[in-house]
């Protein structure tokens, strides 16, 4: 019986949740650039500092850029068996977004694909669920 | 002041259960010293840079595994080109006037204690979930695929090379040659990339002493010399570009930089060495590199260009996938590499009358890249 690794830190689960359950994520005053989780005071993509944090709320539905499946475990929470698919998508609107797309065979997922982000639980960890976002195909 | 490297060593890359990292680092930098030709009193060395990524935390290790106790250590950490960047800093502190010979050392025990913590931590943020680090570079394969018609069987000729490579080089973790189809038959372990499209996790050290280009003959009369350096690093953290999901702008602005203070173009490096930590990576860098136009790396492979006997050697120690990764130390044995390539001591993988050299090292974490290219010249 191999013991629980706690690497999630509380005070992360803290500060970020909020935004990540409401979808919230920054545009960049200057260039537009929309940011997803953290905030930042810098704009990472064209150095401008943001007078205000300028709050975008993402939409939803989107569609695949990239994907990989991965075969192995991964790093991270004991929930991350395999096989995993993880994308990068476009959203609707702006945001270039990566996750986990579940509720999908693997063999199926192709550049192109429209996706949605679902509120799903995502891991436990010392004794928290913690809940974010994971992708799940939308149909044609 | 120009900087010339006149003494290069490392140990066999492999899995080193009975050697320390001290043991390591004891080996490579013996093997340095005994490599210069004129003989080398280790008192000439006057400052130390530490390349590590987590074997240490910190610099004074290396005071008592080399008993050079007192001379000023720094330990330098840049991601996966942790190498290169400790080479490239005690190279400026020669070209600045303030040393006349410096030591560069890259060590990394992968095998003893998995540096996992961080990488698990990140894991758990939802910009990154669940990633594992041939999922990152998977990413950028399947979209590679997507627009320029590449294919697994472009990736697995990278493999097929650079195992080829590995199976010539004595000191190479992995010393087997393979085929096309064994590579896409291999483990999947994150599509598109299978088992023989990943390099390996190796226990290694390698080392470089660096001195005045003018001062060099004291010690050999091939020195070899160090002619341009750069180094870029850039962000994917708020957002991945759609050039960075095919390629890594920082190669192409490192090497940019190297290139214009080497006074040279891409078509004059006759031998180079670059970051195969993935095939997938590989064939980006023949393309952000400037030795093919964007896209087309599956061809430039599949013709046999990046061959021992081809127009650019690309990886002849059998690079990171046969002769292994072991971080800090990989970008410090790619110096080590170019320096026997081109004093024309490489044996059955000698590239044929090489003058110049590339080396391409290059750090990749979710949230962001690094890279570094030296050129280095015959003496």
């Known amino acids: 019986m191999e013991a629980e690794v706690i690497v999630m830190s509380t005070p992360y689960i803290a500060r970020e949740l909020k935004d990540e359950y409401c979808l919230i994520a920054q545009k960049c005053t200057s260039c537009g650039v929309i940011i997803y989780p953290m905030k930042h005071k810098i704009c990472p993509s064209c150095g ?3 007078e205000e944090r300028k709050e975008f709320r993402l939409n939803p539905r989107g569609k695949v850029v990239s994907y990989t499946v991965q075969y192995v475990p991964g790093p991270g929470a004991k929930e991350f068996t395999p096989p995993m698919i993880l994308v990068v998508a476009d959203l609707e609107g702006g945001g270039r977004i990566s996750g986990i797309l579940t509720d999908c065979a693997p063999e199926t997922v192709k550049i192109g694909m429209p996706v949605k982000l679902e509120l799903r639980s995502l891991y436990t960890v010392g004794g928290l669920d913690v809940y974010s976002h994971k992708f799940v195909p939308l149909g044609e | 002041m120009q900087v010339a490297v006149i003494g290069c060593g490392m140990t066999n890359f492999g899995e080193h259960y009975g050697n320390s990292l001290r043991g390591l680092v004891e080996d490579a930098y013996l093997n340095a010293i005994k ?20 074997s240490s935390w910190a610099g004074f290790p290396i005071s008592d595994y080399t008993g050079l106790s007192g001379l000023p250590v720094s330990r330098l950490e840049n991601a996966c080109a ?7 800093n005690a190279c400026f502190a020669v070209a ?49 695929m997507h627009e320029f018609s590449t294919t697994r069987e472009h990736l697995a000729r990278i493999s097929v090379k650079n195992h080829h490579h590995g199976a010539l080089n004595p000191r190479a973790h992995f010393r087997f040659d393979t085929t096309v189809e064994k590579v896409l038959k291999s483990r999947m372990i994150s599509y598109p990339l299978s088992l023989l499209d990943c390099c390996p996790m190796t226990d290694g050290a ?23 350096t750069g180094l870029s690093a850039d962000t994917t953290y708020g957002t991945i570009t759609d050039e960075q999901l095919v390629g890594f702008p920082t190669t192409v602005k490192a090497s940019r930089e190297a290139y214009r203070m080497a006074k ?25 590199l400037g030795f093919c136009r964007k896209g087309e790396g599956g061809k430039f492979v599949a013709e046999g260009r990046a061959s021992l006997d081809g127009e650019k050697p690309v990886n002849p120690s059998g690079g990171l996938l046969a002769k292994g990764h072991p971080t800090g130390a990989t970008g410090v044995a790619q110096i080590v590499e170019i320096f026997e390539q081109l004093r024309g001591q490489s044996g059955k993988r000698q590239v044929s009358d090489a003058s110049v050299g590339l080396t391409h090292n290059l750090g990749v974490a979710p949230e962001g890249t690094v890279a570094l290219v030296s050129i280095l010249r015959r003496g």
């Not at chain 2, 030709?37 to 840079?49: C, H, S």
């Open chain 1, 48 to 50: 401008q500092i943001q």
């Open chain 2, 35 to 54: 490599s210069v030709d004129k003989g080398f009193d280790p008192r000439d060395i006057q400052a130390v840079w530490y390349g590590t990524l987590g």
């Open chain 2, 82 to 88: 942790t190498g290169s960047d400790a080479f490239r």
């Open chain 2, 96 to 144: 600045a006037g303030v040393y006349d010979v410096a030591l560069v050392i890259g060590a990394e025990k992968m095998n003893d204690e998995p540096c996992q913590s961080l990488w698990d931590y990140q894991a758990m943020e939802i910009w990154n979930i669940g990633r594992s680090m041939p999922a990152v570079f998977a990413l950028r394969a399947t979209r590679h």
């Open chain 2, 206 to 228: 390698a080392a470089a002493i660096v001195c005045r280009s003018d001062i060099a003959k004291r010690y050999t009369d091939s020195p070899v010399h160090m002619i341009g």
């Open chain 2, 264 to 288: 040279l173009e891409p078509k004059d490096i006759d031998v180079v060495e670059l970051h195969d930590c993935f095939t997938i990576t590989e064939l980006v860098s023949y393309e952000d």
